[in-house]
């Protein structure tokens, strides 16, 4: 089990994936949204 000094330190990975993720999640949409138009035109 993690001691109570690793909570810290998981708490700062954790936000930082989850900005990271709100970054990246709408950039491949748009990326995706690009290809599927190209692809159909």
Same mark, same amino acid.
């Given at each position: 089990?993690? %001691? *109570?000094?690793?909570?810290? +330190?998981?708490?700062k990975t954790? *936000? %930082?994936? =989850? *900005?990271?993720?709100?970054? +990246?999640?709408?950039? =491949?949409? &748009? =990326?995706?949204? &690009?290809v599927v =138009?190209? &692809?159909? *035109?």
């Amino acid at each position: 089990m993690e %001691s *109570g000094n690793d909570m810290k +330190a998981h708490s700062k990975t954790y *936000g %930082s994936f =989850i *900005g990271m993720l709100k970054w +990246a999640v709408p950039v =491949i949409v &748009i =990326i995706t949204a &690009i290809v599927v =138009i190209l &692809i159909s *035109g």
